[in-house]
């Protein structure tokens, strides 16, 4: 019996993504994925408040007041300590432990001298600031809005530039193969044997960060992944019967790259992107808690975090908040990116 070749060629990737959205949308309403519907959620949170930066923002991302630093968030209380009544002068290496009468008896109207008056030394969370405020008294809720920004900014520049250098090498080093393909993937095996962490603190400090220089890096860091994924799919897709027809009717070899092999890897194509989002938001954040990322005052989530890395005792919530963000974004587009995987994948969706 004569073996049966496919000779249709892919389906549009709009076509494909809008039929794999469907499916996410009866799946979680369906039940059949509820889990889902968290990470969905989570990423259209992320999205919308990034996109709407400066309409939801309750304040300014970089102006502070120095009288409300360093206030706990809302559900946070006040902090309070015991300190001893002496009269006169506070001795000099006790002020921490004791007050002056006169200003006892300002909290206290009956404080005598050798008592104890609770004194408040850091007020609490309020409604004005939800997740409290920074040394500089700006507030936390609000940069981490315009971090968002920030973060999908780069995440989407950086996959641009990225992945279009990454996918056209793939493609001619799938195409031609030989010494071309040869030299392509010796050059990703270089690419990919970087310390680009290392390599991004020296460019930063020769030139002096900036947005561009960082979209480059980030850029030269994940190109080698889109090749090898693209390269691995055009060797399986070249092959095809649909591309032998387009080869015999006189097709151009661009026209065969672009318009007849490069849908046919679309799939892989997309799914990496998606996963690679979280590579790019963790690898941003390290360069910003380095000091090589986003310059500031700009809010970055990564600079933040290196911002209260230093008040971790007394003020928590100025890494802790962004590091949260960070891992609820980056696990949410992994989520994704899998169930992308499956959906666009027909014989990974036959397995369910």
């Known amino acids: 019996m004569a073996e049966t070749i496919d000779l249709a060629p892919a ?25 889902l519907i968290i990470p969905v959620i989570i990423l259209t949170t992320v999205v ?6 400066p309409l939801i923002s309750p304040h300014h991302p970089t102006r502070g007041n120095l009288r409300d630093r360093l206030l706990p968030p809302v559900w946070g209380g006040e902090q309070t300590t015991q300190k001893l009544v ?39 969370g309020s409604t004005k600031y939800l997740l409290g405020t920074d040394h500089l008294g700006r507030d936390i809720l609000t940069r981490l809005i315009y ?22 090498l793939g493609l001619v080093a799938g195409f031609y193969g030989g010494l071309i393909d040869e030299l392509i993937m010796r050059l990703v095996d270089i690419i990919l044997a970087l310390p680009i962490i290392l390599i991004a603190l020296v460019l930063v400090v020769s030139l002096g960060s900036s947005f561009e220089l960082i979209i480059v890096i980030m850029a030269i860091a994940i190109w080698p992944l889109f090749s090898r994924v693209t390269r691995g ?10 591309v ?71 003020a928590w ?22 169930w992308l995987r499956d959906a666009l994948d027909p014989r990974l969706r036959h397995l369910e």
């Open 86 to 124: 002496v009269e006169g002068r506070v001795q000099i290496g006790s002020g921490h432990k004791q007050i002056t009468l006169e200003d006892a008896r300002v909290l206290k109207e009956d404080a005598v001298v050798g008592g104890n008056v609770e004194v408040v030394i850091r007020l609490g």
């Open 244 to 314: 032998d027809l387009a080869r015999v009717a006189g097709a151009s070899t661009l026209r065969l790259m672009f318009v007849h092999i490069l849908p046919g890897v679309s799939n892989s194509v997309i799914v990496v992107a998606t996963l690679l989002v979280g590579v790019v938001i963790l690898l941003e954040a390290a360069l910003s808690f380095l000091g090589a990322g986003v310059p500031p005052p700009t809010p970055a989530w990564g600079s933040m975090l290196s911002e209260g890395r230093d008040r971790i005792a007394v």
């Open 48 to 53: 919308i408040s990034g996109i709407t930066a």
């Open 147 to 168: 971090g968002a920004r920030i973060s999908l900014i780069m995440a989407a520049l950086t996959l641009l530039v990225g992945g279009t250098i990454g996918v056209t």
């Open 233 to 242: 799919e055009v060797l399986r897709v070249k092959d095809m019967g649909y």
């Open 317 to 338: 919530w100025i890494s802790a908040l962004p590091g949260f963000a960070i891992f609820l974004t980056v696990l949410s587009l992994n989520l994704f990116g899998d």
């Open 11 to 35: 389906k549009p990737v709009w076509a494909r993504l809008f039929k794999a959205g469907g499916r996410l949308v009866k799946g979680m309403l369906g039940g059949k994925k509820p889990v």
